[in-house]
């Protein structure tokens, strides 16, 4: 069990899935830098969070639900959390008759990735909600804006282990302290990072400059 010091924020695990190494840019450097990709997903999220929770039918949707995890020192908040009622559920929510069953949403400005840095991002809310409300969830839903689609995500055992995994890496990754090198890819595209990043010097050509930054500091200091 984690304490409330030790959380990480969900959406590092989504970061992790996509590049360990803008994971740590982001989290263990501080570093953030928006592009188009990231101004869009931002101005979706802001319009999702700032709408009313509200009742239709048999459906609650209720927005920007703050969550947290002990089991996997997770924090952040679901963008959207409907509650659907159902006989067969056994969650009971206050003034609210029937019982009713819990399905994360998930929001996203683009399209469905290649990879999985989404799902597990939806996946660690759920988690969360099972622990925080002592309910099972079996599915959730990610919706991309530009294609305007509902994808369902059952939340499978292989979904849930690596989900689990990815936490603990994340911890690991923030408890070393150290960020890892670029791993140049097709996903550095649309990765926000890029200059800060520069994956194009990775290899011996990153070893050169950073021995020159070294060597130069290292002088600074003796002339000091
Ligand atoms: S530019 Fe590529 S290697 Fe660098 S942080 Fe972004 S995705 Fe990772």
Redesign the pocket.
């Known amino acids: 069990m984690y304490t409330e010091d030790q959380f990480l924020a969900i959406s590092g695990l989504s970061q992790l899935a996509?590049?360990e190494?803008?994971c740590a840019?982001i989290h263990l450097e501080q570093i953030w830098t928006e592009n188009h990709f990231t101004a869009e997903g931002r101005v979706l999220h802001e319009r999702v969070h700032s709408s009313e929770s509200e009742t239709r039918g048999d459906v609650r949707t209720v927005r920007g639900l703050p969550l947290h995890s002990k089991r996997l020192g997770l924090v952040g908040f679901a963008d959207v959390v409907e509650f659907h009622r159902d006989e067969n559920a056994t969650l009971i929510l206050p003034k609210q008759k029937g019982a009713w069953k819990v399905y994360p949403v998930e929001y996203k400005h683009g399209k469905k990735k290649k990879n999985n840095s989404d799902i597990v991002q939806l996946c660690a809310q759920a988690l969360c909600l099972e622990e925080m409300l002592d309910a099972e969830i079996a599915e959730g839903a990610m919706f991309y804006g530009k294609t305007r689609s509902r994808m369902k995500v059952v939340f499978d055992k292989k979904l849930r282990n690596e989900t689990e995994l990815l936490a603990l890496r994340f911890h690991q990754l923030m408890k070393n302290g150290e960020t890892p090198p670029?791993?140049?890819?097709y996903?550095?595209q649309s990765?926000s990072?890029?200059e800060d990043?520069m994956?194009q010097l990775s290899g011996k050509a990153s070893l050169y400059i950073n021995a020159m930054i070294d060597q130069s500091a290292a002088s600074m200091s003796t002339t000091d």
Do not use: E, Q, S
Request: aromatic content about 12%; hydrophobic content about 25%; overall charge positive.
């Open positions: 996509f590049c190494r803008r840019l670029p791993k140049p890819g996903y550095c990765c990072l890029v990043c994956p």
